[in-house]
Nanobody
Framework: VQLQASGGGLVQAGGSLRLSCAAS????????MGWFRQAPGKEREFVAA????????SYSDSVKGRFTVSRDYARNTVYLQMNSLKPEDTAVYYC?????????????????WGQGTQVTVSS
């Protein structure tokens, strides 16, 4: 599956953004989808994930209660709604897809990655 992330931008602290990740191919519904982010000089870290059915989600402690992951099967798209943004949320955000098992927070679990979209939160 090929992934295209979009929706990043510059926002003030406390604001909101919604990221989108469009997937190509007919097997979108069989993939669990994840969001990761990477700040300058830091390792890529897990943000959120959603299973193939949309019925189970997972979040990192740093975004829990502020971010929401969802998916739209008609549009083959997964979303990351980000509210109450903080300067420490500034990073390049990546979406990823996995067709297998493994821990969602583990980068090696994912088969395909999007190109990333920049999110910058000003204080």
């Amino acid at each position: 599956v090929q992934l295209q992330a979009s929706g990043g931008g510059l926002v003030q602290a406390g604001g909101s953004l919604r990221l989108s990740c469009a997937a190509s191919g007919r097997t979108f519904s069989s993939y669990a989808m994840g969001w990761f982010r990477q700040a300058p000089g830091k390792e890529r870290e897990f943000v959120a994930a959603i299973d193939w059915s949309g019925g189970r989600t997972s979040y990192s402690d740093s975004v829990k209660g502020r971010f929401t992951v969802s998916r739209d099967y008609a549009r083959n798209t997964v979303y990351l709604q980000m509210n109450s943004l903080k300067p420490e949320d500034t990073a390049v955000y990546y979406c990823a897809a996995t067709s297998g098992g493994g821990g969602w927070s583990n980068l090696a679990t994912y088969d395909s990655w999007g190109q990333g979209t920049q999110v910058t939160v000003s204080s």
